[in-house]
């Protein structure tokens, strides 16, 4: 079966870190690029992240840009979201989600994993 899995989410205060990973299941991770969004109660879904699977390059939003950071391990096939000073306007549910490339739109979504900072 064909799916994303995403694990990692959590519940930190103000401040603190979470890693969130993506795994995938029926396929190769790596063969496409793989991005991160976020959706928060009562809010469109966001790209928060993506990560290129031909160059390695990187997008961030600029609500995260030097507080999280996307990379990739080929040898576990799993992409990771680092996140770094949470702050309550970083909670949603986080879904990792695969594409052609950054530029284009996603075609698989994992179910989401639940983030939630607050003190």
């Known amino acids: 079966q064909v799916r994303l899995v995403e694990s990692g989410g959590g519940s930190v205060q103000p401040g603190g870190s979470l890693r969130l990973s993506c795994t995938a299941s029926?396929?190769?991770?790596?063969?496409?690029?793989t991005a991160w969004f976020r959706q928060a109660p009562g809010k469109e879904r966001e790209e928060v992240s993506c990560?290129?699977?031909?160059?390695?390059?990187?997008y961030y939003a600029a609500s995260v840009a030097g507080r999280f950071t996307i990379s990739r391990d080929n040898v576990k096939d799993t992409v990771y979201l680092q996140m770094n000073s949470l702050i309550p306007e970083d909670t949603a549910v986080y879904y990792c989600?695969?594409?052609?490339?950054?530029?284009?739109?996603?075609?698989?979504w994992g179910k989401g994993t639940l983030v939630s900072i607050s003190s």
């Open positions: 029926g396929f190769t991770l790596g063969t496409y690029s």
């Open positions: 990560i290129s699977n031909s160059d390695g390059s990187t």
């Open positions: 989600a695969t594409r052609w490339s950054c530029t284009r739109p996603p075609h698989l």
